[in-house]
């Protein structure tokens, strides 16, 4: 199993400039989440999906960022403008959505705003 | 809302040396509480998960141990390849749409010297 594959690792753009950030979960898993970690605040949960339907976004910090799941296979975390406070690493997780199934995590992108 | 404190933030040990890290959390009603190692560059990787108080799980020379408000990562005579930041995170079972989603701590920086 290959596991959880974020791209790309690192993504280096200008204030103002669209970020799309992509994921492909573990195949079967039917729960996917993205998570921002910083040192400041750790790891964050800003939005999950059940079966490619968004859930919860209440953690999305604002209207700039918005989340799709468009198959079972693929989703995409999008950051337009972006702006210096969202550099962050971004990680992508997955379960087979019991509700005690551990979360299984790519290894995120780095993404710096400049 | 959901709390997840833990100490200390770092740790350095001398191979051999063992410790705990601490882990408590305050929650409305406890569903899991799951340990993640976290390697530089990586993403968390799932270590265990407790579901009950006076529960205990191993693996390897670590042990995580739970009670009603906390959770105890033992090493015992920890080897250098056991340097990582080690996280905890809570699952609320009461929570509505968002029991899927895990809480997390701000992690553990374990550092062993050889």
């Known amino acids: 199993d290959a596991g959880v594959i974020q791209s790309p690792r690192h993504e280096v753009t200008e204030m103002g400039q669209e970020v799309t950030l992509r994921c492909k979960p573990i195949?079967?898993?039917?729960?996917l989440f993205w998570y921002r970690q910083t040192m400041m605040r750790g790891l964050e949960l800003l939005i999950y999906f059940n079966n490619n339907v968004p859930i919860d976004d209440s953690g999305m910090p604002e209207d700039r960022f918005s989340a799709k799941m468009p198959n079972a296979s693929f989703s995409t975390l999008k950051i337009q403008p972006s702006e210096p406070r969202d550099s962050a690493v971004y990680f992508c997780?997955?379960?087979?959505?019991?509700?005690?199934?551990?979360?299984?995590f790519g290894n995120g992108t780095r993404l710096t705003v400049t | 809302e959901d709390q997840v404190t833990q100490s200390p933030e770092a740790l350095r040990l001398q191979e051999g040396e063992s410790s705990s890290l601490n882990c408590s959390y305050t929650?409305?009603?406890?569903?899991?509480l799951f340990w993640y190692r976290q390697d530089p560059g990586k993403g968390p990787e799932f270590l265990f998960t407790l579901y009950s108080a006076g529960e205990e799980k191993e693996k390897e020379r670590l042990k995580a141990t739970l009670t009603k408000k906390e959770s105890f990562l033992h090493i015992t005579a920890p080897k250098p390849e056991d340097s990582a930041t080690y996280l905890c995170a809570v699952q609320d079972g009461y929570s509505g749409a968002g029991s899927y989603q895990l809480t997390f701590g701000k992690g553990t920086k374990l550092s062993v010297i050889p």
């Open positions: 997780a997955s379960s087979s959505g019991q509700k005690d199934s551990p979360l299984h």
């Open positions: 195949s079967g898993h039917n729960s």
């Open positions: 929650v409305s009603g406890l569903r899991g």
